[in-house]
């Protein structure tokens, strides 16, 4: 897969999450960045937009290499489509953002080499082992959060950006 030199392709993962608007992939969204459709084929498990496949779809399309990254979770497949992240990385001015599970980031990144990997954890946490592959290749980035510090998001949004060779915004100057 080619991705343009100008896109930039992020996955956040781990178990520090918050719905602050001070969020990392609240501010990157804002920044230019594009949040792909996922699919499901029961329920959805992150705050992204998601589009019902059946079982059997699913099945298919993953056969065809048109499933870009896939898990199972609480008894139900969710992942990305290629076409869905193709459409995200034609509509963004910065690059594509996907927020999920590890196993979908390590996916990611097996298979698209330009992603970065972000995780967001407290100190005392372990990476999950799907990662191994991302830090042997260097795309893993890990971020240690204390979610409730005063001003923790906004250091983790600084060091995505510093991180990835991104422009600070002036409010952060």
Not at 75 to 101: R, W, Y
Not at 106 to 126: G, P, S, Y
Request: aromatic share 6%.
């Amino acid at each position: 897969m080619q991705i343009p030199n100008s896109k930039k392709i992020i996955c956040i993962t781990g178990s520090v999450w918050t719905g602050s608007r001070s969020a990392p992939r609240r501010l990157l969204v804002k920044e230019g960045f594009v949040r792909p459709t996922w699919f499901t084929t029961s329920r959805p498990i992150t705050d992204a937009n998601y589009r019902r496949t059946s079982l059997s779809s699913f099945h298919l399309a993953n056969a065809s290499n048109k499933v870009l990254s896939h898990t199972e979770f609480g008894g139900s497949i969710v992942g990305i489509m290629q076409e869905d992240f193709n459409a995200a990385l034609e509509a963004s001015k910065q690059g594509v953002l996907i927020v999920g599970p590890p196993e979908i980031a390590a996916q990611i990144a097996e298979k698209i080499r330009e992603t970065v990997v972000f995780t967001l954890k407290e100190k005392q946490m372990d990476l999950s082992t799907c990662l191994d592959q991302a830090i042997q290749s260097g795309q893993l980035h890990r971020i240690d959060v204390n979610a409730l510090e005063p001003g923790a998001w906004t250091t983790v949004y600084r060091s995505i950006l510093e991180t990835m060779g991104l422009e600070l915004p002036q409010w952060m100057d």
